[in-house]
């Protein structure tokens, strides 16, 4: 992890609901976000620190209410782990920059990969190409 903030910087720099998400693992309402239903061309940049984690090309839509890519920019610029909460078992995805909380991956894809990343929109920020 390059980046590193205490707990009091990342309160500083996020707001209260980037926070919840971000650094607490929380999870946007559904249909909600302001990705969800996003098709500009460009890539989606982690909302902590700013690295680029998705590209608009490999967004599908999923009908989830959250955006959804079948696979990262680079597999080193995500980090998976397994989440028992709730009780379930699902893998979390993090930024691996920061540690910051992004959302799921679970493997019922309909693209090439198989995969399907369930990001929060409140994690990304979006630049157009
Ligand atoms: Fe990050």
Redesign the pocket.
């Known amino acids: 992890m390059k980046?590193k903030l205490s707990k009091d910087e990342w309160k500083k720099k996020l707001t209260k609901e980037q926070y919840k998400v971000l650094r607490e693992k929380g999870t946007e309402p559904a249909f909600t976000g302001k990705y969800w239903n996003h098709h500009e061309k460009g890539i989606y940049k982690?909302a902590?620190?700013?690295?680029p984690l998705f590209s608009s090309d490999k967004k599908f839509d999923s009908g989830t209410g959250w955006p959804s890519f079948d696979q990262p920019i680079d597999n080193t610029n995500v980090e998976e782990r397994v989440d028992t909460s709730h009780g379930m078992i699902r893998n979390e995805v993090l930024?691996s920059?920061?540690?910051?909380h992004l959302g799921h991956v679970f493997d019922d894809g309909p693209k090439t990969t198989g995969c399907r990343y369930c990001i929060n929109s409140i994690s990304l920020d979006f630049q157009q190409m």
Do not use: I, L, T, V
């Open positions: 980046s982690c902590a620190c700013g690295a930024c920059n920061c540690g910051s």
